[in-house]
């Protein structure tokens, strides 16, 4: 079995299934925020985890927050930063792309229709690459205009990286805050949050081996944070509800993982260069989207003119590899993906993709790929033979 | 060890760890919104587990919308009702009590200074029950304007079941939309949903003994729900955000094993009152909080005039016995209790409590109270000597 959709959700990593198996034996339970030991050597783990994940993500303890999930992180961003409205700054104008997930996109537009902000969307490049020149002209004309500037590190479809270093650059000197959705680019590329210019940044247990439920908002100043969920003063206020303590201390495994196997990125980016060019090889007509560009090590989203991406996920997952055709949440969505959309990739091509994402582990990449090789290949020629006249002419 | 905190986080159920260490065995892993096979059982899996929570909480599977707990089904309750604002409907009252749970109380301090909502706050008697003629006649006086009543089935701190039932009735009379904290009363006595014109009840996975960082939210009409949280349309775009399904799974066990063990609460009800009648006779000067009025089953909330709360439960916990003062977030709160004033306690004695909280695990009820009463005994005597003469005369 290939598990190749790690960009929708990945499977447990297996030191986090060692620790929770552990974990769940030794103890302790019980409510961080309780007085008695018990409570408090829970507390004593979070906190220690808090510690461990800022090392590692170069944040201070305090500028973490737990949450659910990258979800409700981006939602706390935008409701921090839009919902007491405009009218007393001015500032009215969020700048976006074309690319961005749901999340970012659901978000905007609730902040569009409820509240009456403008929403500026960048395009990019057939590569889906954000235009940072545009960004640049339109900070350059409106900067004292805008609220919010949010574009993603890492794209889930195309894995494409966006610039988001100058990005993050460009809003310090415009003095505009700035959002970086890296839920795909946590635990899949180093990230380091003390380099940026990023005013907040988001982590998805579920994205990186951990379990789903958890996640983590990264703030450069946290009382620029307002509380999304009120509790009972839990996250110093930031965050209301009893700590996913289990999930949190996972999620620091699963990210010590990322940490101490980053050396197998290279290794993995290459055998996935070079199963893409032995297929380019094979079908020259097969489409890599962002391959002239840098994207995230493991993910390839291909698609062979006139033959239906979910014929060639079916077909995969007749030989035991699971990878998905667009993105988890639009999967069952007939229209073709806004992302490629913003890429001026046709529908007729776009319908035609399929992604395949892998992660750091199982460690035998090359056996992998080779396996996705070559069955991609005899689906590829059974779904040509299949398509009739139209294709073959 | 006794554990005797459960009303602050219940330990790991013994049926949820084990099916969470074969589950962790067995997989699927996958995100539930993909369209691969992985993904599709999991999803079967999560809607087999709506199914199975429907049936033991009285509701339809699409009533439940899962959330990553309490606090986050808490304010999108209030979100929902509230966030539009008064203005078009001129319902600008909200009423409540004065001894709900600090999550409820943010939600209104927010909705009170950032919208303008006039929030009325039902009184309790000395046993700690909400004033329920209060209730009906602000109903009658303010009905067209009421936009919310928000009471507790069960306080956390006291265990005192209010008397939602008929609170729901008056509300269902006057059409007013009713939520009902049930999070402490979930997995502690049966609830069933559709014998009760509640409009919105929640239930905590970790209360229950399952895992933290997932709950419920359950709304008589779904439609009436607006997304708090937004994501790539999951939970039919109530709830966005890739579903915490592993903990689903063990919210359903923890549920199921409630279901199972129902005929227990009886016994444990009645061995805590013979726990309680013995130590009001060794210890007159005793009070037990709520004691003339049907409270959770596991629940004392009992004070020594004169001993401090915390020093009884540094003393328990020498003995490995672990309960708390007030309510595991306000633990570090050097106020009284909030819900001991509105019960007019004073405070020289509201800050003797210490709250015992069991569950229905372990089974070993009897055994349990004796030690907790031979302990607690020990502890007051003791305390009671080092307080010295003011205290002895």
């Not at 090889?281 to 993910?299: A, W, Y």
Request: proline share 5%; aromatic share 8%.
């Amino acid at each position: 079995m290939i598990y190749a959709d790690f960009n929708s959700s990945s499977p447990l990593n297996p030191e986090v299934k060692k620790y929770l198996h552990e974990r769940l034996e030794t103890g302790p339970y019980g409510n961080p925020n309780a007085i008695h030991s018990m409570g408090q050597n829970v507390l004593k783990g979070m906190e220690k985890c808090r510690r461990i994940i800022g090392n590692i993500l170069g944040a201070e303890p305090e500028q973490i927050t737990f949450t659910s999930g990258s979800s409700e992180a981006i939602t706390t961003v935008f409701h921090s930063v839009l919902s007491l409205g405009y009218e007393k700054t001015g500032k009215s104008i969020v700048i976006t792309s074309s690319i961005e997930h749901a999340c970012v996109r659901n978000n905007l537009k609730y902040y569009e229709e409820e509240f009456g902000y403008k929403v500026l969307v960048l395009p990019v490049n057939d590569q889906g690459v954000v235009n940072i020149n545009v960004l640049e002209e339109w900070l350059n004309a409106y900067s004292s205009e805008v609220a919010l500037v949010s574009i993603m590190a890492a794209n889930n479809e195309t894995g494409v990286v966006q610039p988001f270093s100058q990005i993050s650059d460009l809003c310090h000197e415009y003095d505009i805050k700035y959002f970086c959705d890296t839920t795909q680019f946590m635990g899949k590329l180093p990230f380091d949050f003390s380099q940026h210019q990023i005013d907040f940044a988001v982590c998805s247990g579920h994205k990186l081996g951990a379990l789903s439920g958890v996640g983590i908002l990264l703030a450069k100043t946290p009382t620029a944070l307002r509380p999304l969920i009120f509790g009972g003063g839990q996250e110093h206020g930031i965050r209301g509800g009893t700590q996913n303590y289990l999930a949190i201390e996972c999620l620091t495994v699963a990210l010590s993982y990322f940490e101490e196997h980053q050396e197998n990125l290279v290794l993995l980016e290459n055998l996935k260069k070079e199963f893409e060019r032995k297929l380019k090889l094979s079908f020259p007509e097969v489409e890599i989207f962002g391959d002239e560009v840098q994207r995230l090590p493991g993910t390839t989203l291909v698609a062979y003119p006139g033959i239906h991406g979910q014929a060639v996920q079916i077909e995969l997952e007749s030989h035991d590899i699971f990878v998905t055709t667009t993105s988890a949440c639009s999967d069952n969505d007939p229209e073709p993906s806004n992302v490629l959309m913003a890429m001026n990739v046709k529908p007729t091509l776009s319908r035609g993709v399929i992604r395949i994402s892998l992660g750091l582990w199982p460690e035998n990449y090359e056996e992998i790929y080779e396996t996705i090789y070559r069955i991609l290949s005899l689906s590829y020629q059974k779904l040509h033979r299949l398509a009739g006249p139209d294709l073959q002419s």
